[in-house]
């Protein structure tokens, strides 16, 4: 599984700095972000870890450029994606970030092919971009490309999803709890592919509740009430 050119020449895929969001209901206001920063370099896997309502998911949609922080930026690959129009953040996360949801990224009345041909238009032209055979060989499903998304088993759509967020070969990848619906022979095997990617020298950042995956990280970072404390 290779990771295609991209911008910036340092080290790292992912850096965020003192990040903060916070949400206004009625007179109260409730902090899900408190100043976290996190870096993460070529080649390593971070799993975040943390108690339901600690932010997780919160801090998973500011580094996606899904949500805007109220307080510091994100910059992926060398390109900020906080504080920019929706239409740009759109276009920067659909070429430079790879993105593994729990509730799936497979649209239902596409084939497991088309699926990946649809994720690699969104990011324009320009790049080399895999092709969804090779993508779905490398995830275990060569013989799976002609199929709907509601013909296959929990462990294939887990694997077909990850076929989709690395349809553009982007740099980093966000997943959010991505063996939650799995048993343990597909988790161990969406494992192996997390780190094959970290291998060739991509970033990833792992939201889950899973031992075995925070294991499998290079790194753990433990979100307690918006704030990165001691793993």
């Given at each position: 599984?290779?990771?295609?050119?991209?911008?910036?020449?340092?080290?790292s895929?992912?850096?965020?700095?003192d990040?903060?969001?916070?949400?206004?209901?009625?007179?109260?206001?409730?902090?899900?972000?408190?100043?976290?920063s996190?870096?993460?370099?070529?080649?390593?896997?971070?799993?975040?870890?943390?108690?339901?309502?600690?932010g997780?998911?919160?801090?998973?949609?500011?580094?996606?450029?899904?949500?805007?922080?109220?307080?510091?930026?994100?910059?992926?690959?060398?390109?900020?994606?906080?504080?920019?129009?929706?239409?740009?953040?759109?276009?920067?996360?659909?070429?430079?970030?790879?993105?593994?949801?729990?509730?799936?990224?497979?649209l239902?009345?596409?084939?497991?092919?088309?699926?990946?041909?649809?994720?690699?238009?969104?990011?324009?032209?320009?790049?080399?971009?895999?092709e969804?055979?090779?993508?779905?060989?490398?995830?275990?499903?060569?013989?799976?490309?002609?199929?709907?998304?509601?013909?296959?088993?929990?462990?294939?759509?887990?694997?077909?999803?990850?076929?989709?967020?690395?349809?553009?070969?982007?740099?980093?990848?966000?997943?959010?709890?991505?063996?939650?619906?799995?048993?343990?022979d597909?988790?161990?095997?969406?494992?192996?592919?997390?780190?094959?990617?970290?291998?060739?020298?991509?970033?990833?950042?792992?939201?889950?509740?899973?031992?075995?995956?925070?294991?499998?990280?290079?790194?753990?970072?433990?979100?307690?009430?918006?704030?990165?404390?001691?793993?």
């Amino acid at each position: 599984m290779g990771v295609s050119d991209r911008a910036g020449d340092g080290g790292s895929v992912l850096e965020a700095r003192d990040l903060y969001r916070f949400y206004h209901a009625e007179d109260d206001e409730t902090f899900a972000l408190r100043g976290v920063s996190l870096i993460v370099e070529k080649g390593e896997i971070v799993a975040v870890i943390g108690p339901s309502g600690s932010g997780k998911s919160t801090l998973l949609t500011c580094l996606a450029g899904l949500d805007e922080p109220d307080g510091g930026h994100v910059v992926v690959a060398g390109q900020r994606i906080t504080r920019r129009p929706e239409a740009t953040r759109a276009q920067l996360r659909a070429r430079w970030i790879g993105m593994l949801l729990q509730s799936g990224n497979l649209l239902e009345h596409l084939t497991v092919a088309q699926n990946i041909r649809a994720a690699q238009s969104l990011a324009g032209t320009g790049g080399q971009r895999p092709e969804p055979g090779k993508l779905l060989a490398q995830v275990g499903l060569g013989h799976r490309a002609s199929a709907r998304p509601r013909t296959l088993s929990g462990g294939e759509a887990a694997r077909a999803g990850l076929a989709v967020a690395l349809a553009n070969d982007p740099p980093l990848l966000l997943a959010d709890e991505p063996t939650g619906e799995v048993d343990t022979d597909n988790e161990r095997a969406l494992l192996e592919l997390f780190r094959e990617r970290a291998e060739a020298g991509g970033g990833l950042v792992l939201v889950t509740h899973s031992e075995r995956v925070a294991d499998s990280a290079d790194r753990v970072l433990r979100l307690v009430d918006g704030r990165i404390v001691d793993a």
